[in-house]
């Protein structure tokens, strides 16, 4: 089947929406150990998931004003780099959301099993 320009950008936008959904849960659970923001980008796009500097940078400032992450300078080295840690509200947080994903993901399974084979 051929996707038309529309179509592929109304797919492209549904995508992000879906991606955007799980970012949080994505970030808080890569920082057990502190990281700055450039080596998170990297974490994640190593388990495969890609992140633009432009998203996760806001992303992460938001994370720390709720009090789910915490941050500090460290100004030694070639230049300096802010780091951020989950902080223990973030752990209290991610285990619940950790647990809702798994139901999410469960009901989801359940939905899409269905449709699986009728694109065949």
Do not use: C, F
């Not at 300078?73 to 070639?78: I, Q, R």
């Not at 780099?81 to 647990?99: A, D, F």
């Not at 798994?102 to 694109?119: D, F």
């Amino acid at each position: 089947m051929m996707i038309n320009n529309t179509q592929s950008e109304q797919y492209l936008k549904l995508t992000q929406e879906l991606r955007r959904g799980i970012l949080v849960l994505a970030a808080l659970s890569q920082l057990e150990e502190e990281k700055y923001g450039y080596a998170l980008i990297n974490s994640l796009a190593e388990k495969g998931l890609d992140i633009e500097q432009g998203t996760l940078y806001p992303l992460l400032r938001r994370l720390e004003t709720q009090g789910l992450l915490q941050s500090e300078w460290n100004v030694e080295g070639s230049r300096p780099r802010r780091y951020y840690v989950i902080s223990p509200e973030g752990t209290q947080t991610l285990e619940k959301l950790t647990g809702e994903w798994r139901e999410i993901t469960h009901v989801m399974e359940k939905l899409l099993a269905g449709i699986a084979n009728k694109g065949e």
